[in-house]
């Protein structure tokens, strides 16, 4: 069996590095069908609460041409025909313009709320795969142009079934709109427009939320990680751990050489005297507490001792005291004043070896 198969499945799931290097390049969780259903909605929707308005519209536009009070020749010149194209465009644009708008408006707001603002050039570059015969033959036979396909006979068949359905309901209704004046006639055949536009983007957008979870299926599938892709990302953004122990290695040895070459400083090393050993350093012209210049365990408490005998450094064994200086200081702290007693007995009894009295 090829153990290297199963390394090169993509079983994870996309990191947050992995994501927004996919959002870079503009890969996006988006569904074009919620775009389209929501302004199809927002726009019928529009038209049905402004249409006195329109109708309102429409009516001036027909008088103003039906019940002319100027002379007819009048209209048969440069400027009368500039004055009647000028006042149709403003009506026109005033009818139109707010439907627009809302359009406008839903389009931007349902895309934001998708991706947010994404700004990338990366589908502007040439890509010579698109031009590929036989990519383009795997496109043409691939899930996604099926799902395409699915999707555009479910719309023809909700908008033709609806349509059909309403159109049906009102026959009788449709069939008396002859009889009646032009603008009860353009009325009844705009409602019931208006009612049939409703409906068919009520039902897209049902389908327009199962696209989205589609879309959203395929985006994460397509980000999908190996175990070694997430392997690499991990050593390209935290370090090859194999390093990054080097490195500490490297600091900790660092450290320690630091650290032995400040305790040549103390007065007295207290010891474990096996386990713990702590270097302690007073300077009572400072009049602060003594201070912790280096402490180790183990072997590091044997190093201390042994640079403290090659420098002729008094080591005072303490168990208790050293044990305690150890847990509750660091290196580079003042002891704490529950030890000031201890220590100074212990700084005593050095500096009385020395013939020395500082306290």
């Known amino acids: ?14 990191t947050p590095k992995r994501r927004q290097d996919a959002r870079k390049k503009g ?23 402004l249409a006195p308005y329109m109708v309102d519209k429409l009516e001036k536009v027909y008088n103003k041409f039906l019940y002319i009070e ?13 004055e009647v194209f000028l006042s149709t465009m403003i009506y026109v644009v005033t009818i139109i313009l707010p439907i627009l708008g809302v359009a406008l408006i839903v389009g931007i707001v349902i895309n934001y709320a998708q991706v947010g603002v994404v700004f990338t050039e990366n589908p502007l570059k040439p890509d010579f795969s698109r031009i590929n015969p036989i990519q383009g033959f795997k496109r043409i036979f691939s899930k996604r ?22 159109i049906s309901s009102k026959w009788s209704y449709i069939n008396e709109i002859p009889k009646t004046d032009i603008f009860s006639g353009a009325k009844a055949i705009g409602d019931l427009g208006i009612d049939i536009g409703l409906k068919c983007g009520a039902a897209l957008a ?28 991990y050593k390209q953004t935290e370090g090859d751990p194999l390093v990054k122990s080097k490195i500490k290695e490297k600091q900790r040895q660092i ?18 005297p096996t386990h713990y050993a702590v270097a302690i350093k007073y300077d009572p012209k400072a009049g602060d507490a ?19 005998r090659e420098n002729d450094i008094t080591i005072v064994e303490n168990k208790p005291l050293a044990q305690a200086l150890y847990k509750s200081t660091d290196i580079g702290q003042s002891i704490p004043p529950e030890l000031f007693r201890a220590v100074a007995e212990v700084l005593a009894f050095v500096y009385n070896l020395k013939g020395k009295n500082v306290f």
């Open 1 to 14: 069996m090829d153990i290297q198969l199963f390394a090169d499945e993509k079983t994870e799931k996309a």
């Open 27 to 49: 890969q996006v969780v988006r569904s074009m069908e919620l775009n389209s259903a929501a302004t199809i909605l927002a726009m019928f929707a529009a038209l049905k609460a």
């Open 70 to 82: 100027e002379p007819i020749d009048s209209f048969f010149t440069p400027k009368g025909l500039y």
């Open 145 to 166: 142009s099926l799902m395409e396909l699915l999707k555009s006979i479910i719309k023809l068949a909700l908008i033709g079934s609806i349509s059909y359905k309403e």
């Open 206 to 233: 049902g389908l327009a939320i199962f696209d989205y979870f589609f879309q959203w299926r395929e985006y994460e599938k397509s980000i999908m990680m190996t175990k070694q892709e997430i392997k690499e990302e």
């Open 255 to 272: 450290s320690m050489r630091r650290m032995m070459q400040d305790m040549l400083d103390a007065d007295v090393i207290i010891t474990n």
């Open 290 to 308: 003594p201070i912790v210049l280096a402490k180790g365990q183990d072997y590091v408490a044997l190093k201390i001792k042994d640079v403290a």
